[in-house]
Every structure is written in C-alpha cells, then in structure tokens.
C-alpha cells in the first residue's frame, strides 16, 4: 500500500473556480509534506513545504494546509487558470533527512 | 527547471545496450538525486548522492549504476540487466540532502526501447 495516497486521481474544472486536491499519509516518523506541480514531460516543480509546526502555507493562488494529527493535506487552487492544467503530486519526508515518499498524483484539466 | 540540465530528451536503447543519461546542474547544491518516473505510479528513488565521490542506492537501484567524479554532474547508466528500463527519468538536486531543502529538479529523460 502507497504510504501517501491522494485523491481524486483526476479532475476536470472550469476556468476560473476554485478546487481542492487531498492526500493522506502514513510515512513515519514525519518530517515535512511538500506539492509540487508537474506539467506534462516536464520535471515537477515545488510549491509548497509545510513542517509538522505548520498547518497552513500559500503560495500565489496555491494554498496548502497541513493536519499532522489526522495526517492529512490538502491543496486549494483558487481562481483556475488554463495554466493550472498539470498533475499535482504530494511529496513526505520522513524524519532525518530529504528521502522522499511521492503521491501518484492528481491529474487535473482546466477548461473553458 | 532551475538550472538543472538533462540530456538527451528522448533515449532509445537496444537490446543488451548501455547508456547513459546526462544530468548537470550549476546551482552549486550538493546532493543529486535520481528518479524514475512510470505511469500510475509515484516517483522512485534509483540513487542518490550527498558529496562528490559518494553515493547510494535507492529503493530501486537495480540495473543502474551512477558516478559522481565532479559536483555539477551525475551521469546514470542504465545497464543490460535493468530488463525493463522504458520510463521517464528525473534527476534532481538540492543544497544539502538535509531535511527541509528543496529538491529542484531537471526536464527529464524519456528512455525507449527498441
């Protein structure tokens, strides 16, 4: 079983509203939860790095939140743009160094 | 993409062939990483590399191998025993391989089989 998990596999939205993306994680001990944004035959590119300590972070119109109780996280786009048409991986690091556990991603359009 | 470079784009192998993939980065950063990218599946650790001269293997290391002669570059070889290679390659770096550093990555490789 992926040790971070996210949901939905993929979304379709038009431009303009809002979305939320989620992940749930089980990597232990926990270090820090990272999104980035990977565009199609493109290297992913980061967005977000939350710390246990933290439990909100944005990033433009990208806001990520962080429960490290329920260890989950969440991904709000606001406003969507064409441009936001890419995947979306949830990135963990377990404690003591930058060894990272990657989500599969959320597949997301955004169309006229 | 920062300024991590990776070449070729597109790499296609034969049967029983090596070859190489190319990564260079001059963001000065220590550590560099290799993944590998399948559909459906998260990305996977192949090998990383803390310092010049030193290096480890990932979780799925098998089939590849990496060396390290020089901070800005770490080339992986995808040998004959790594029976199925085709996938998108990712290398990427990051200052330190401490904790809370960003790993920056590369545009990738898509490896072919002919």
């Known amino acids: 079983k992926n040790q971070v998990e996210q949901s939905p596999q993929s979304l379709i939205i038009l431009e303009g509203k809002n979305c939320t993306l989620q992940?749930?994680?089980?990597?232990?001990?926990?270090?820090?939860l990272r999104w980035y944004k990977q565009d199609t035959g493109r290297g992913p590119v980061s967005l977000t790095i939350m710390t246990f300590s933290e439990n909100t972070k944005s990033n433009g119109r990208y806001t990520a939140t962080l429960d490290a109780d329920t260890k989950q996280s969440s991904l709000h786009i606001t406003a969507s743009q064409l441009s936001d048409s890419a995947s979306y991986i949830c990135v963990v690091s377990k404690g003591g160094g930058n060894k990272l556990t990657f989500g599969t991603g959320t597949q997301l359009k955004v169309e006229l | 993409d920062g300024g991590i470079t990776q070449s070729p784009k597109y790499l296609f192998r034969k049967e029983g062939q090596n070859v190489t993939l190319s990564c260079e980065q001059n963001l000065n950063h220590d550590a560099m990483y290799w993944y590998r990218q399948d559909p459906g599946q998260g990305l996977r650790l192949i090998y990383y590399?803390?310092?010049?001269?030193?290096?480890q293997k990932g979780d799925i290391a098998e089939g590849y191998s990496v060396s390290r002669e020089k901070k800005e570059s770490f080339p992986l070889t995808v040998t004959s025993a790594q029976k199925n290679p085709t996938a998108f390659y990712l290398c990427?770096?990051?200052?330190?391989?401490?904790?809370?550093?960003?790993?920056?990555f590369g545009p990738g490789t898509r490896l072919l089989v002919l």
């Open positions: 990427a770096s990051s200052i330190s391989a401490q904790g809370l550093e960003t790993q920056y």
């Open positions: 992940c749930n994680y089980t990597v232990s001990p926990f270090s820090n």
């Open positions: 590399s803390q310092i010049v001269n030193d290096f």
